[in-house]
C-alpha cells in the first residue's frame, strides 16, 4: 500500500510508477521519534526524581504533638439538643455523656453521641457538641463519621468532628463508573481504566513528590504528562501507527501548551492566591512556587483534552485512507480537517463550561458585589480560569493540524488501479 503527492502521476515522466512510497519512511521517523522521546522521558525522571526530603506538615494538618492528625471511624448512635459544656464533650466514656453544669450559658448544641470504631478506643463513646449554624455539619443518627484523634496537654485522649466517612459511597460510585465504562467499551474500557490508575500513580509517586522537593514545574509536568500519555494511548488504543500518530500529536501540542502557560502567566501576573489552597502551600510550604503550581496545573489539566481530540483526528486520517483508496494525502487532510474543525467548536465549549461550571461559587460572590465586570474579570480569581481556558483552547486548536497531517503521512492511502496502469502506461 504506498501514496504520496497529488501531483505524483498522470504527467507520463517515465520514473514513476505511481505515487511515491512516503509512508514507510514517515513510519519509521514517527516511531523513530516516539523511541527518542521516550528515552528523552525516561532520562527526565530520572534526573527529576524526588529525594523524599523531610517536610515539616503544615499546621493546619498537624496534631498537638506536631505529628500527622489521625483520624478514627465512628457512628453517630443517640442525638438531643442541650445546653452546651457536658464534660463528656471530646472525651473518651461509656454509657451516657455526662449533663452540663447548672451553671452554664444558655446556649443550645445538638449532642452527638458516637461509638468511635477503630483505634485505641475501639468501642467507646464520645460526645460531639455542634452550634447549628451556617457551615456546621448537620449530622443524623446512623451516619458515619470521622474523628479526628488528639491529646490534650494531660495527655488524655480528645476527639473532635473531622468530616463524614464517605468511603463506602464513593466506592460505590466509582464502581458504577467502571462498570458502565466496561460494559459499553469492553477490553478497551478496562484498558482506559488502568491506564488511568497508572496516571493516577504518576501523580502521586513522581509529580507532586517531585513538586515538593521543589524541583521546576514545567519538566516535571512535562516528564508526568509523557508518561500519562504513553500509557493511556497505548493500553486504551493499542500500540499501532494510528495510536502513535495522535500520541506525537499530543506530545507536541502539550509542549505548545507549555510554551502558552508559561508566557500567559508571566504576561498576566497571575498570583494564584486568590485560592486558599495555594495560600496555604505558600504560608506552610515556601519552597513550592505558587506559580509553579499554577504552570503545572495548566499542563496536565490540557492533557484530557488534548488526548480526545489527537485520538480522533488520526482515527477520522486512517478511516477516511481506508475507505477510499484513491484518496491523496491533501484530499485526506481536508476532509479530516473538517471533522476535526467540528470538534473544536464543540470541545472549546466544554473546556470553556466545566471550567466555568468548577467557579460557580465564585461568580456568585461576585455577582452580589456589584464590582464593575471589568474589576471582576481581571481579578486573580477569574483571571487564572481565563488563561487556562485560553491556554487549553490554543493547545487544543494546534493539535488538530498537527495531529491530522501527522496521521496522513501514516495512513498511506493505496493508489487507485487507474492510476497505477496510468503509471505503467508512463513507462519508457
Excluded at 452546651?84 to 461509656?94: D, I, K, L, Q
Aim: net charge neutral; aromatic share 4%; glycine share 10%.
Amino acid at each position: 500500500m504506498t501514496s504520496g503527492s497529488p501531483h505524483s502521476h498522470g504527467h507520463g515522466h517515465g520514473h514513476s510508477a505511481g505515487p511515491v512510497p512516503l509512508g514507510p519512511t514517515a513510519a519509521r521517523v514517527v516511531v523513530g521519534l516516539l523511541v527518542a522521546i521516550g528515552v528523552a522521558v525516561v532520562a527526565g525522571a530520572a534526573i527529576l526524581w524526588p529525594s523524599h526530603q523531610h517536610v515539616d506538615i503544615p499546621l493546619p494538618f498537624r496534631n498537638a504533638g506536631g505529628g500527622a492528625v489521625v483520624t478514627e471511624a465512628g457512628t453517630v448512635v443517640a442525638q438531643d439538643i442541650a445546653p452546651c459544656g457536658s464534660p463528656s464533650a471530646g472525651r473518651v466514656f461509656t454509657g451516657d455523656p455526662a449533663p452540663s453544669p447548672s451553671a452554664a450559658a444558655g446556649v443550645d448544641c445538638r449532642r452527638s453521641v458516637v461509638t468511635i470504631e477503630s483505634g485505641p478506643h475501639d468501642g467507646t463513646r464520645t460526645l460531639l457538641e455542634i452550634v447549628p449554624g451556617p457551615g456546621q455539619p448537620d449530622l443524623r443518627v446512623g451516619e458515619h463519621v470521622r474523628l479526628v484523634r488528639q491529646t490534650d496537654a494531660s495527655g488524655s485522649p480528645i476527639y473532635s468532628f473531622n468530616d463524614y466517612a464517605r468511603g463506602g459511597s464513593l466506592l460505590l460510585v466509582v464502581a458504577a463508573f467502571a462498570v458502565a465504562i466496561v460494559a459499553v467499551a469492553r477490553w478497551r474500557g478496562l484498558r482506559a481504566l488502568l491506564g488511568l490508575g497508572i496516571a493516577f500513580g504518576v501523580l502521586i509517586v513522581f509529580t507532586l513528590p517531585a513538586l515538593l522537593d521543589g524541583r521546576a514545574a514545567m519538566p516535571v509536568a512535562l516528564v508526568s504528562g509523557a508518561v500519562i500519555l504513553y500509557a493511556v494511548l497505548y493500553l486504551a488504543h493499542g500500540v499501532n501507527l494510528r495510536t502513535s500518530a495522535a500520541l506525537l500529536g499530543t506530545l507536541a501540542s502539550t509542549v505548545v501548551a507549555a510554551v502558552a502557560s508559561t508566557a500567559a502567566i508571566r504576561l498576566t501576573h497571575l498570583t494564584g492566591l486568590s485560592e486558599e489552597q495555594n495560600t496555604e502551600v505558600q504560608a506552610y510550604i515556601q519552597h513550592v512556587s505558587i506559580t509553579g503550581l499554577l504552570l503545572a496545573g495548566f499542563i496536565i489539566g490540557s492533557l484530557g483534552v488534548l488526548n480526545d481530540v489527537t485520538i480522533t483526528q488520526a482515527s477520522a486520517a486512517f478511516e477516511i485512507a481506508a475507505m477510499d483508496e484513491s484518496a491523496t494525502r491533501r484530499n485526506i487532510f481536508t476532509a479530516a480537517m473538517r471533522v476535526g474543525r467540528d470538534h473544536i467548536a464543540s470541545t472549546v465549549y466544554t473546556l470553556v463550561l466545566a471550567y466555568a461550571g468548577g467557579a460557580l461559587p465564585l461568580l456568585l460572590l461576585f455577582s452580589v458585589t456589584d464590582s464593575p465586570l471589568g474589576d471582576v474579570l481581571t481579578g486573580d480569581a477569574v483571571a487564572v480560569e481565563i488563561v487556562r481556558s485560553s491556554v487549553g483552547g490554543i493547545a487544543l486548536a494546534l493539535s488538530v493540524p498537527l495531529t491530522t497531517a501527522i496521521a496522513v503521512l501514516l495512513a498511506r492511502p493505496r493508489p487507485a488501479p487507474a492510476a497505477r496502469r496510468r503509471g505503467r502506461h508512463a513507462r519508457p
